[in-house]
């Protein structure tokens, strides 16, 4: 599984390294249609949160 923090290619998935349709909409539909990486995602996500002044909005 890949790491975000050897991530370097906004075509890949951040957290398993599979190819995406696109860095946006792409990154988007992968999330949405694979559960494990939708957890990993929700993960980072909350861990973020409390470094931004506003927290997530995205």
């Known amino acids: 599984m890949a790491t975000t923090e050897t991530w370097?290619?906004?075509d890949r998935y951040p957290f398993c390294g599979a190819?995406?349709?696109?860095?946006?909409?792409?990154?988007?539909?992968h999330v949405q249609t694979t559960p494990e990486c939708e957890d990993a995602f929700g993960?980072?996500?909350?861990?973020?949160?409390?470094?931004?002044?506003r927290g997530w909005t995205g």
Do not use: K
């Open 8 to 10: 370097t290619d906004p």
């Open 19 to 29: 190819g995406l349709s696109s860095p946006g909409a792409g990154f988007v539909d």
């Open 43 to 53: 993960t980072w996500r909350d861990r973020v949160d409390d470094d931004l002044v």
